[in-house]
């Protein structure tokens, strides 16, 4: 993700620029930099309104418009470990998806999440929607009070699916954070004791 990362590269003669703390949207480590390129007033009275600052941790350079966008935007949810490929590829790119500010595309893949695990578990593929909620109710896999998040996702990708609705940045963090969780407990916390 991070193709600045590990190069012997450097930046040349990067200008001092007023300090500011970040999210890097490429190693997403939070830092604070004062380094990089000035975005400046037209008048040349030399107040900046924006900028390029560099990353400390891994030299990448994170965009500040003037109106105070930051772009690359730092993706929401943490690695998880253990998780089959697949999953993990989904998962990942239901993040990454939150960083280019597709909530909509990131709250579907979130739903086909849930139809993956359910299948990874031995549900039968080609099943509706639903019968991938029973199953992992009934084989044990939503932890106690889970079932609510389970059906809040499946109505967020209902709505995202078969309504004419967008979806915003709270609801893709909602249910990242629950695929996240559910995730680890279903992979990464069995796999930690043998």
């Given amino acids: 993700m991070n193709f600045f990362y590990n190069l012997n590269l450097k930046w040349h003669q990067p200008q001092k620029l007023e300090p500011v703390s970040f999210l890097c949207g490429y190693c997403g480590i939070k830092v604070s930099s004062e380094k990089g390129l000035k975005i400046i007033e037209s008048s040349y009275n030399g107040k900046q309104k924006g900028g390029v600052y560099i990353c400390p941790n891994c030299n990448g350079p994170v965009f500040f418009t003037p109106k105070?966008?930051?772009f690359p935007r730092p993706i929401l949810g943490n690695d998880v470990k253990k998780v089959p490929d697949s999953l993990s590829e989904l998962y990942n790119e239901a993040r990454k998806c939150t960083g280019e500010g597709c909530y909509t595309a990131s709250v579907l893949l979130c739903r086909k999440i849930l139809m993956n695990i359910a299948v990874n578990q031995g549900a039968e593929e080609g099943k509706r929607f639903i019968e991938y909620v029973l199953y992992l109710e009934e084989k044990?896999?939503?932890?106690p009070n889970g079932?609510?998040?389970?059906?809040?996702i499946r109505k967020k990708g209902n709505e995202a699916n078969h309504e004419i609705k967008l979806m915003n940045q709270k609801d893709a963090k909602e249910l990242l954070i629950f695929i996240e969780m559910l995730l680890k407990f279903i992979y990464e916390f069995p796999s930690m004791i043998d």
Wanted: proline share 8%; charged share 30%.
């Fill in 147 to 152: 079932k609510k998040w389970v059906d809040h």
């Fill in 140 to 143: 044990g896999f939503i932890p």
């Fill in 68 to 70: 105070g966008d930051i």
